[in-house]
């Protein structure tokens, strides 16, 4: 049965498909060669979200090697939300990157591109199902070390000071990481993370332990752009290629979240260290820091790539604020944000492409009057802002309520009002975006550009759609995080 | 336990902070490159020493040999090492880019390129 290996096939399929693209050397047929894997991969991870729905846990032993010994593959209700949002990104992307690709990088490296993609896949799909320590760490290198590269195939050469800058942050970043699982693995003897889970419980010298948990915090918080370590994501996000931009933005860093998560809840969560370490309050305050300063340094950008990146880094905020609750509604806004947070801002950045096929760099001074030149690109920009900023009937808006309740539940009434102080903010950044696409005359050269093609703007604006979608219906987004947010609370609680 | 009895940790944990010192603290690109290698090798030590038993063989499982020493750190090292190795390659390859796109290594001096209007013989940042 085929069935039975879909945790495995999925991280397989990119992996093998990227050596193949450099084979057949040619851009079209290695795109159709994404385009099938991509979409193969998001039926299994949807299939496996289904298997797992009613909270049994799938554990797959690679080479039949029994767990702990070998490595296993376990997909429980956590990291099958993750994969399908990770899948679901990547079939998207690839459909609107075919366009975006062709116009901004020369036809040689067409064929490198999706190669890079697939790796890029296969590390972050490969992140969220492994159940073993150090083959995270490889996966994250796969994933980590095929983004540095797509990043560096933009056309600004600063593209490349981007790429190197965060090659050195990623790079310590997992080296951290590293540190922090070689700790653990001196402690307990297993680099499983369930069998881990079980013997942490047990250690009783605590200072190495919780040495561990500082470094692979330190090390993904890199990883994710936890502010202040989110230095290298506005260049690398504001001068990689558009569609690149629009998928590490969606992915990377969530899937970075998810390992926080796994390594708070499920390794940790079962032992009381965690407690031993103000870990809440730090995620707070810094939380709290990137809402409002990111927010900030957003509102006075010039370029819009950049402008979006810096409100990624604020969002991200969100997203930790939502796990320094450590409640069940609290994870579940998180979660939940995590979700909405990639659709927006996977789709704002595919819309952002669409701009960038037309102007080159899109800042404030050259996009004056185009939404009458561009209308649906800018009204998507518009819809994707009204989500970012949590207007009601959006997805922003549901996992802003949920993270407001779970303040409220905690009884920090301040944090609540801070959440939407912050989003104020977005009101800002968002309208000097209308206010410079709908209320200025377009130029001569604006006024002769045309909208961009459909294969990129029906992906994207199909996102938004989907942010509207789950902001109304909200089964699959908010029951598939309570549920998750269970799984991790239920070592504890 | 004594200062010598750690002396492996110890070297190390210099060797990890001066990696990262060189990382931070050097401006030139390939330098900061050779920082990151150290401080990665440190890493490679710290699996490495735990698993070491002084006396140990080879886990062999037979009468003779009592005593051997931990073989995954070394698996997990050698997987480690590959991983370390493509990172260096590609950071060297970043490197060898940016030279021909700035004329530089060094990391001052590429801001402040950066900061100056493209010439047009180097631009690539034209609108498509």
Redesign the interface.
């Given at each position: 049965m085929i069935a039975q290996h879909f945790p495995i096939l999925q991280v397989v399929l990119p992996l093998m498909a990227a050596p193949l693209m450099v084979l057949l050397r040619r851009g079209a047929p290695a795109w159709l060669l994404a385009v099938i894997v991509s979409w193969t991969g998001l039926f299994i991870s949807l299939s496996l979200l289904a298997q797992v729905a009613d909270g049994s846990v799938i554990s797959y032993a690679i080479g039949s090697w029994p767990p702990p010994w070998g490595i296993e593959y376990r997909i429980d209700r956590v990291n099958a939300f993750v994969l399908v949002l990770v899948s679901l990104i990547a079939a998207v992307v690839v459909i609107y990157s075919r366009a975006s690709v062709a116009?901004?990088l020369p036809a040689h490296q067409h064929y490198l591109f999706y190669s890079l993609f697939a790796l890029c896949l296969a590390g972050l799909l490969g992140i969220a199902a492994t159940g073993d320590a150090?083959n995270l760490?490889?996966f994250l290198?796969i994933s980590s070390?095929s983004s540095?590269?797509l990043i560096?195939l933009g056309?600004?050469?600063?593209a490349?000071?981007a790429?190197?800058q965060y090659?050195?942050m990623g790079?310590?970043g997992a080296?951290f990481y590293?540190?922090g699982v070689?700790l653990l693995?001196?402690m307990t003897g297993t680099?499983n993370m369930a069998d881990m889970a079980q013997r942490l419980a047990g250690v009783t010298e605590v200072r190495a332990v919780l040495a561990a948990l500082a470094f692979i915090t330190v090390g993904i918080c890199l990883k994710l752009a936890l502010f202040p370590l989110h230095l290298w994501l506005p260049n690398a996000y504001a001068y990689a290629p558009s569609a690149v931009t629009a998928f590490l933005a969606a992915t990377a860093t969530k899937v970075s979240v998810y390992v926080l998560l796994r390594f708070y809840y499920s390794i940790y969560g079962e032992s009381a260290i965690f407690y031993a370490l103000p870990m809440g309050q730090i995620l707070l305050l810094l939380s709290l820091a990137a809402m409002f300063i990111a927010s900030a340094i957003a509102i006075i950008q010039s370029d819009l790539k950049r402008l979006f990146a810096y409100s990624s880094v604020a969002q991200i905020g969100y997203i930790t604020l939502g796990i320094s609750f450590d409640s069940v509604t609290g994870l579940t806004g998180g979660i939940v944000h995590l979700f909405n947070h990639a659709l927006t801002k996977g789709a704002l950045f595919m819309l952002l492409g669409c701009f960038a096929?037309?102007?080159?760099?899109i800042r404030f001074d050259n996009i004056g009057g185009i939404a009458r030149v561009m209308p649906f690109t800018s009204f998507g920009i518009v819809l994707g802002g009204l989500s970012l900023i949590g207007a009601p009937g959006t997805a922003g808006f549901i996992s802003k309520w949920y993270l407001v309740l779970a303040a409220l539940e905690s009884g920090q009434w301040w944090i609540a009002l801070a959440i939407m102080l912050s989003s104020l903010l977005a009101v800002v950044y968002v309208w000097r975006f209308v206010e410079a696409a709908y209320f200025r005359e377009p130029d001569a050269k604006t006024a002769q550009l045309k909208e961009a093609p459909l294969e990129m703007l029906v992906p994207a604006l199909l996102m938004i759609a989907a942010c509207f979608y789950f902001g109304l219906d909200t089964t699959l987004t908010v029951d598939g995080a309570a549920r998750a947010a269970q799984t991790l609370l239920q070592g504890i609680r | 336990m004594t200062i010598a009895g750690h002396f492996s940790y110890w070297i190390t944990i210099f060797l990890a902070i001066a990696g990262l010192y060189i990382v931070i603290a050097r401006g030139n690109l390939i330098k900061k490159l050779v920082g990151l290698g150290i401080f990665q090798t440190s890493v490679y030590l710290l699996y490495i020493v735990p698993g070491k038993l002084i006396g140990g063989t080879a886990p062999i499982i037979a009468e003779q040999y009592g005593l051997y020493s931990n073989p995954l750190p070394h698996v997990l090292i050698l997987t480690a090492i590959v991983v370390g190795v493509a990172t260096l390659a590609l950071g060297l390859a970043l490197v060898v880019r940016i030279r021909e796109a700035y004329g530089s290594i060094e990391e001052d001096e590429i801001l402040d390129l950066d900061k100056t209007p493209v010439f047009p013989n180097t631009a690539t940042s034209k609108p498509a």
């Open positions: 116009a901004e150090f760490f490889v290198e070390l540095y590269a560096a056309r600004d050469r600063r490349l000071m790429s190197y090659l050195i790079t310590i080296t590293i540190i070689g693995y001196l680099l096929l037309r102007l080159g760099r | -």
